[in-house]
């Protein structure tokens, strides 16, 4: 049996759901500043994926690249709710 494809697929959900704590957290203390260090990380980890050969390890460098590159956009949508008052606001608010 091939275990590869399950690995990948609970590999998939357990770095999404890592990525919701670390998206709250970064913009709580730093509110949406670090944005860029998301996507250079994403950009790294996929370019990264690009040249592993070993397929299990390039397709988590290619998940996580891309779960990065999605946080960016969670980052502006997290300041959002907060702005709602969904969340709390954080010092990186300097309000």
Do not use: D
Not at 15 to 27: A, D, N, R, S, Y
């Amino acid at each position: 049996m091939n275990y590869t494809g399950l690995l990948i697929g609970l590999a998939t959900f357990l770095i999404i759901g890592l990525f919701h704590p670390i998206v709250i957290k970064t913009e709580y203390y730093f509110g949406t500043k670090p944005w860029y260090l998301f996507l250079i990380a994403g950009i790294g980890a996929i370019v990264g994926a690009c040249f592993i050969g070993h397929v299990l390890a390039s397709a988590l460098l290619g998940v996580t690249g891309f779960s990065c590159l999605w946080s960016i956009l969670e980052l502006f949508e997290q300041r959002e709710r907060v702005r709602k008052g969904w969340f709390p606001k954080g010092p990186g608010h300097g309000r």
